[in-house]
């Protein structure tokens, strides 16, 4: 590719492929396209940047610090090209959308852009389920969900694409008394959620006893038992509400907590619609995050 010239948005979609599924074998078969081929894009795209943007080795292939770089770009620039495609052409894209979140993550980053995408898309119907992580993936293996959004543990992540990791934060009511000798009161999902395991494995790790006293799937439940004081939740600390209290553990002798992780995983095959409305979540969860 001569210098200079403008970089053709197919390469920038074998990028992304590439860096999302770990391989150019997982990148062909989402793209519809033979390996080699995706193989000569990426080629063609590092020469381009004058750049090498993986790290390849005989398992799998990794993003290199510019390739990380790169691909903050690569997603912003096919997510305005997605933009101009909606306001002109988004009449034309029709089908059936089935989205799977937990209630707390949609609620909080979902709203705006799942709005928006309704606007672009008005023949694009949308299904939205909130539900426990392990419930979701329960039903995205059944064929019931083309798009999920997980919780997970980074340290067991086998699939999907990480979107970020989660700092968790106790939460209480403010002045919540926590003595050093006395059972910490949990409020807190069903297991097998991660911000529950989190909870526990802290405690025990740290010779703390436990006691989940509220049990709900539900994020306004649990943030009602503690408002209530009936025990202290684990939060990602930006979904942590104004009227509640962060526990830091220099203060409360509460331990640390280990970080969870947002993925997205997609079923094979995404209808254009589909492909346009994860375009549009990770572009809004980009820029949320920068």
Known sequence: MPAGAPIHP?????FIAVAETGGFSAAAERLLRGQSAVSLQIKRLEDRLDCRLFDRTSRRVSLTVQ????????????????????????????????LGAPEDFATVHLPGVLAQFARSYPNVALEVTC???????????????????????????????????????????????????????????????????RALNALSQARRPAHVSYACASLAGTLAAVRAGLGVTVLPKEMVPEDLEVLYPEQSGLPELEDSEMALIEAPGLSPAAERLKAAILSDLAHVRS
Do not use: M, N
């Not at 197919?10 to 074998?14: Q, T």
């Not at 903050?72 to 059936?96: K, M, N, P």
């Not at 934060?169 to 009161?185: C, E, F, K, N, T």
């Open 67 to 98: 390739g990380e770089r790169a691909l903050e770009h690569a997603r912003r620039v096919l997510a305005g090209l997605e933009a101009l495609d909606a306001e002109f052409l988004g009449t034309e894209v029709s089908g059936t959308v089935r």
């Open 131 to 197: 539900e426990l992580t392990l419930k979701l993936v329960e039903r995205f293996d059944a064929g019931g969900l083309d798009l999920v959004l997980i919780k997970r543990d980074p340290a067991h992540a086998r699939f999907g694409l990480s979107i970020w990791r989660e700092p968790l934060v106790w939460v209480a009511r403010p002045g919540l008394a926590l003595p050093s000798a006395s059972i910490v009161q949990l409020a807190v999902s069903p297991a097998p959620c991660i911000y529950r395991q």
């Open 10 to 14: 197919d390469l920038l979609r074998a």
